[in-house]
């Protein structure tokens, strides 16, 4: 078996990324109005950056597999899944914690929590799909559909604090039109490592999760030809 070298040198840049931005997190100033909270920016617009990554990667991998019908893609589309909905959640935990001191309530009905809620059930439901349908081929056919119609979810989702205006502040980072960052820029360069950070740790617990998805399905065929052995046998044994 060929030794795998890509994966543990992801890991360990990872590492590294994320230690290079805890320090830096740790070390930017406190914020004039917001004290030591403005140090959640670093970790939970990462969060959300992280959580649109994976379901854009979802959508992607769920559209290779369409064209191509090679199950390396719905793997992929399966792993980046996972990855995005532990991420949005990690993103409402961030957001509430943010939310408590700032706005009084950890949680309101706004556009832009509401819609990210949302995106829980959307794949919270394509990861439900995955388990009910038992053939390989119709399963990741069915879940590459509903992984690309679940995309429409992150342009949606960003322009949600512009298209309806609720208490949650607008894009730190606004990428239409023109580019703006909306904080003190210390901050900007300290989120920028973050978001590098995470997107390294995205890379790798796709890899990680892909290669555990991949012997999983070795397995199941495995198991699979096993039972259609044994009943050929029993159909073979009963004639004669």
Same mark, same amino acid.
Request: net charge positive; proline share 3%.
């Given at each position: +078996?060929? =030794?795998?070298?890509?994966?543990?040198?992801?890991?360990?840049?990872?590492?590294?990324?994320?230690?290079? %931005?805890?320090?830096?997190?740790?070390?930017?100033?406190?914020?004039?109005?917001?004290?030591?909270?403005?140090?959640? +920016?670093?970790?939970?617009?990462?969060?959300?950056?992280?959580?649109?990554?994976?379901?854009?990667?979802?959508?992607?991998?769920?559209?290779?597999?369409?064209?191509?019908?090679? =199950?390396?893609?719905?793997?992929?589309?399966?792993?980046?899944?996972?990855?995005?909905?532990?991420?949005?959640?990690?993103?409402?935990?961030?957001? +509430?914690?943010?939310?408590?001191?700032?706005?009084?309530?950890?949680?309101?009905?706004?556009?832009?929590?509401?819609?990210?809620?949302?995106?829980?059930?959307?794949?919270? %439901?394509?990861?439900?799909? *995955?388990?009910?349908?038992?053939?390989?081929? *119709? =399963?990741?056919? !069915?879940?590459? !559909?509903?992984?690309?119609?679940?995309?429409?979810?992150?342009?949606?989702?960003? +322009?949600?604090?512009?298209?309806? *205006?609720?208490?949650?502040?607008?894009?730190?980072?606004?990428?239409?039109?023109?580019?703006?960052?909306?904080?003190?820029?210390?901050?900007?360069? !300290?989120?920028?490592?973050?978001?590098?950070?995470?997107?390294?740790?995205?890379?790798?617990?796709?890899?990680? *999760?892909?290669?555990? %998805? %991949?012997?999983?399905?070795? =397995?199941?065929?495995?198991?699979?030809?096993?039972?259609?052995?044994?009943?050929?046998?029993?159909?073979? !044994?009963?004639?004669?």
């Amino acid at each position: +078996m060929k =030794r795998d070298l890509i994966t543990p040198l992801l890991g360990g840049a990872t590492l590294i990324a994320l230690v290079a %931005a805890v320090i830096l997190g740790l070390s930017a100033p406190l914020d004039v109005n917001q004290g030591s909270l403005v140090r959640l +920016m670093f970790v939970h617009v990462p969060s959300a950056w992280l959580s649109y990554l994976a379901y854009g990667g979802t959508g992607l991998f769920g559209l290779l597999y369409l064209i191509r019908r090679e =199950r390396r893609w719905d793997r992929l589309a399966l792993s980046s899944a996972e990855i995005g909905v532990l991420f949005t959640v990690a993103t409402i935990v961030g957001g +509430m914690l943010w939310a408590k001191p700032t706005w009084g309530t950890y949680w309101v009905w706004d556009a832009r929590l509401t819609t990210t809620a949302l995106s829980l059930v959307v794949y919270g %439901a394509y990861l439900l799909i *995955r388990t009910l349908i038992d053939d390989p081929e *119709r =399963r990741a056919r !069915v879940s590459a !559909v509903v992984g690309l119609v679940g995309t429409l979810y992150v342009p949606v989702n960003y +322009m949600a604090v512009e298209w309806w *205006r609720g208490v949650h502040q607008t894009q730190t980072l606004k990428l239409l039109g023109k580019v703006r960052f909306d904080a003190a820029p210390i901050y900007g360069w !300290v989120l920028l490592v973050a978001t590098l950070a995470f997107t390294l740790l995205y890379l790798y617990l796709l890899r990680v *999760r892909a290669i555990l %998805a %991949a012997r999983e399905e070795a =397995r199941e065929e495995l198991e699979l030809n096993s039972e259609l052995g044994a009943v050929s046998s029993g159909v073979g !044994v009963a004639r004669g």
